[in-house]
Each structure stands twice: as structure tokens, then as C-alpha cells.
């Protein structure tokens, strides 16, 4: 069964380094979408993409984040200048068309020093 | 605000029991709503989708039933087993929205031998 991957797993960085997490969304799906959860707290969304293009985006989602589908497989989620509140699981998720359900993969532990 | 809220947190039952995990929203106007599966540390699985449209859905000995004029769904497990521990969250398509969920904080639920 397809499923949506993610790498890395876990991501251990410096403050105010840039990192870069990667996705390959289900091959036929549509829309891309990126969540995050902190330790404890509930699952928040951060950007929704669509056509090459973003189609909503959370507060969390300042500046200082951007996405980008670089190829026909890969959707990623960078964060140019990390902070130590930026330390979470990070959530791929895809789904065929708008409002149909969402597949989410494993996660990227992301870790701010 | 949109908001998602589960009840309760925690839930400790017996093996074979039958129960009920709850979920409600702070605005009647939605799109669809997902139940999804959260083992620790790992990532989410989608259990069932309902549209808006729909009062009910079935898969397996999971059933899910959405009331959107009292703002309500539940998740009714039937005949638990220690497999079903995990957190199960309630996420929600609010209209109005593109199409990101609204995640409530979970009910982790325990099934015992």
C-alpha cells in the first residue's frame, strides 16, 4: 500500500542553523500539507500546497519557512534559521484531492540545541 | 476560534469492552472530520473520514458518528483489544479553510488484560 515517507527520521541542530526536511508524498495525490507537534501538544498546521503553489498557511508559518516541490516526488519544508521552540515532530502529510483524507508519514524528530 | 476538544484524556478499559471516544467543535460549519491513530513516537493513521454530509462511518469494529448541529462525534470501539492501545485524535475541516485540520489534544486510551 502507497504510503507517505519522510527523512530523516530524527534531526539534531545547532541554533540558528538552516535545515531542510524532506518528503515523498503518495505518488497520485494532489495536495501536500506539513504539521507539526510539540512535545505534549496537540497537532498543528503549518502550510498546505497545491499546484506548485501555497494554498493556506498558519501563523506559525512566518518568514522564516518556505516550502518547495523541487521535482515530481519530493516536497520539502525548510526552516532557514532554527529556534530552540522550533524543536518538534514535524508531519508530511498528502492527500488525492482537497477535503479528502489526509496520509500522514512517519515524522521527523527535529531537535534544536 | 475554531477549536477541537477530546474527552477524556485518558481511558483505561478492560479487554473486550466496548467504548466510546469523544470529540467536539466549537463551529457547526465543517467540511469532514478524521479520526486518526497515534502510537507513541510514531507517526498518524488515519482511521475514518466523515463528510460532512454523512452522520456515520464503519470500518471494521470502529464506527464514527458525526452530529454537526451539536458540534459532536464519537468513535465506538467495539470489543477492545490491547492492540487498540494509542492515542486517538479528532481532527477537524473547518469551511472556510482550504483544507488543513484542526487536531484536538487526543484521548489515550489503555486496554488491560
Known amino acids: 500500500e502507497p504510503e507517505v515517507t519522510q527523512t530523516p527520521s530524527h534531526q539534531v541542530t545547532q541554533m540558528g542553523q538552516e535545515v531542510i526536511l524532506r518528503c515523498v508524498p503518495i505518488s497520485n495525490h494532489l495536495y501536500f500539507y506539513w504539521y507539526r507537534q510539540i512535545l505534549g501538544q496537540k497537532v498543528e498546521f503549518l502550510v498546505s500546497?497545491?499546484?506548485?503553489?501555497?494554498?493556506?498557511k498558519s501563523e506559525i508559518f512566518d518568514d522564516q519557512f518556505s516550502v518547495e516541490r523541487p521535482d515530481g516526488s519530493n516536497f520539502t519544508l525548510k526552516i532557514r534559521s532554527t529556534k530552540l521552540e522550533d524543536s518538534a515532530m514535524y508531519f508530511c502529510a498528502s492527500s488525492p484531492h482537497r477535503q479528502e483524507t489526509q496520509y500522514f508519514g512517519p515524522g521527523t524528530r527535529l531537535l534544536v540545541l | 476560534k475554531q477549536e477541537v476538544t477530546q474527552i477524556p484524556a485518558a481511558l483505561s478499559v478492560p479487554e473486550g469492552e466496548n467504548l466510546v471516544l469523544n470529540c467536539s467543535f466549537t463551529d457547526s460549519a465543517i467540511y469532514n472530520l478524521q479520526w486518526f491513530r497515534q502510537d507513541p513516537g510514531k507517526g498518524l493513521t488515519s482511521l475514518l473520514l466523515?463528510?460532512?454530509?454523512?452522520r456515520e462511518q464503519t470500518s471494521g469494529r470502529l464506527n464514527a458518528s458525526l452530529d454537526k448541529s451539536s458540534g459532536r462525534s464519537t468513535l465506538y470501539i467495539a470489543a477492545s483489544q490491547p492492540g487498540d492501545s494509542a492515542t486517538y485524535l479528532c481532527a477537524v475541516g473547518f469551511t472556510g479553510t482550504a483544507s488543513k485540520l484542526t487536531f484536538g489534544t487526543g484521548t489515550r486510551l489503555q486496554v488491560t488484560l
Open positions: 466523515i463528510q460532512s454530509s454523512q
Open positions: 500546497f497545491y499546484n506548485n503553489e501555497i494554498s493556506e
